[in-house]
């Protein structure tokens, strides 16, 4: 992100979901609808935060968090704030909040060819533990990956 700038990581509220689907669409070829993300701002269990540089959205995290398990169910960074730190800092603060809920362990699956998002994965920690094939709908495998959350690093 923007280096002079230390992006805030907040709740995302639906008064960001126009620039959320914009970065939304540009970032994945089956994007998620507004109604998905409405649903993670009101459901009990979801916990979607936003990246925000001067007023803007640079970029997000869906996490559900429920029992001992937690889920990284969509991230993103917008494609001219990639590579500055964002991905991770959004990543720290679900692993914070899930660690807050009681989650032991975090789950997520990737696209194969997501090769920033599994570094950024790797980077933390997280470790593979399964490929569903065929699993998405250009038939391209998920990779699963999880990291016990228990202790921090
Ligand atoms: C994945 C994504 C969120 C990462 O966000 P980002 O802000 O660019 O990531 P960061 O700058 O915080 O990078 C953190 C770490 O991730 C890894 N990483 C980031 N980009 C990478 C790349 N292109 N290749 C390999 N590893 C990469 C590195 O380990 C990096 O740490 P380093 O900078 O110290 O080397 C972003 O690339 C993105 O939005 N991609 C498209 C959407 C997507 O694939 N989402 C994941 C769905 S599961």
């Known amino acids: ?17 126009d620039a959320v689907l914009l970065i939304e669409q540009s970032s994945f070829p089956l994007p998620w609808k507004r109604e998905h ?36 169910l969509d991230i993103a960074v917008a494609a001219e704030q990639r590579g500055r730190g964002g991905g991770r800092l959004l990543m720290d603060k679900a692993l914070a909040v899930a660690r807050e809920k009681g989650a032991e362990v975090m789950a997520l699956e990737v696209r194969e060819s997501g090769a920033a998002a599994i570094g950024l994965y790797r980077a933390l920690g997280f470790r593979q533990t399964g490929i569903r ?21």
Do not use: W
């Not at 992100?1 to 979901?17: H, K, V, W």
């Not at 009990?44 to 889920?71: N, R, T």
């Not at 094939?133 to 690093?153: D, G, H, Q, T």
């Open 133 to 153: 094939a065929n699993y998405y709908e250009s038939r391209e495998n998920a990779v699963l990956m999880e990291k016990n959350i228990k202790e921090k690093p």
């Open 1 to 17: 992100m923007n280096s002079s700038q230390t992006p805030g990581i907040r709740p995302m509220t639906a008064a960001d979901l």
């Open 37 to 72: 993300f409405l649903h993670e701002i009101t459901a009990p269990h979801s916990f979607p935060f936003v990246a925000e540089i001067d007023g803007k959205v640079a970029g997000y995290v869906c996490l559900m968090s429920l029992f001992e398990e937690a889920q990284i």
